[in-house]
Nanobody, 126 residues
């Protein structure tokens, strides 16, 4: 059974940083793409970033480029999202998601992710 557990959320002020962690189990880590999504109050869920575990290719939405960094630790089956220069627009629930990646999809961040964690709250105050 695929399991994803997020941690590391919290409350910070504008300009602060947080590091989110996604602990994974139940699947062959190297065969997957792991992504971070977020959902702000009253808004639709949106993609943030993903990493193709096999070769560590990373992808980011424009708002995350230069501020967020996704990484993985294959020894621990963990994925991280380092978030810097946070602003109130970054407030929301952040979800870790996973899907099998065969290598045929051109832009993995926009694949359908079929395994999800429970989410972790990030609140940025001004």
């Amino acid at each position: 059974e695929v399991q994803l557990v997020e941690s590391g959320g919290g409350s910070v002020q504008t300009g602060g940083s947080l590091r989110l962690s996604c602990s994974t189990s139940g699947f062959t880590f190297d065969d997957y793409s792991i992504a971070w999504f977020r959902q702000a109050p009253g808004k639709e869920r949106e993609a943030v970033s993903c990493i193709v575990i096999a070769d560590s290719r990373t992808y980011y939405e424009d708002f995350a480029k230069g501020r967020f960094t996704i990484s993985s630790d294959k020894a621990k089956n963990m994925v991280y999202l380092q978030m810097n220069s946070l602003n109130p627009e970054d407030t929301g629930v952040y979800y870790c998601a996973a899907t099998y990646y065969s290598g045929s999809y051109a832009y993995p961040l926009y694949m359908e992710y079929d395994n999800w964690g429970q989410g972790t709250q990030v609140t940025v105050s001004s």
